[in-house]
């Protein structure tokens, strides 16, 4: 996706189509992935300024009293083309995520050389969201039950909730402080140096290499087609 030209949106089209297949293949469906894939759009509208800096034919102007803003064809299609291209990526990392088990990811991770160190901090922080949660969830339950209103009473106001919620939000971390402490000395104590051991290392068994030189084949191919023969917009 980020090596495909401005303006191919053709190949873009192209390239969310084959997710949603596979989506549907793999009993996902477009729906959660198209879902997990907003979380992008605030990012990519940092490009909005292209809009108006980008040099090229203008299209119309905004009148905003001390200064106008000149549309450019050129900057639009640029802004156009990151938003797409943003959108599409995030989806084809949900549909990874969904489709694959989570030690599997960070075995791939690992496999293709990404720091140890980041690869154990992933694995981590995965394990433990479940453990902040729940603790989370205690201290809600807590303070629910140390504010009962009584009938016909007032409930307390926004700043006093504020107050209650940032001291929650200290407590839960030196709580989570102390228990990383606790458990990385737990893990050290049983080998842990630095990076997860497996205790057998799965083979890359022929197929699966053919399947993969077959599919970088392909995306070299698509690569090619949209900076030669795909229309552009």
Known sequence: MSLLPEGAFLALAAAW???CAVSLVARIG???????AFIALPFAFAA???IFTRPGNPLGTIDLGLFSLVISGEGLVAFATILLKSWVSVQS???LVFTTQFHDLLEGLERLRLPRLMVAIISLMYRYLAVLTEEASRMLRARASRAAIPPGGRSPGWRWQARVVGNMVGALFIRAYERSERVYVAMQSRGYAGHLRHLHDRPFPRPQLALLAAAVALLVAFELSAHTWVPRA
Do not use: S
């Open 17 to 19: 189509l084959l997710l």
């Open 30 to 36: 477009p729906l959660p992935m198209i879902r997990g």
């Open 48 to 50: 909005v300024p292209l």
């Open 93 to 95: 990392a949900a549909l």
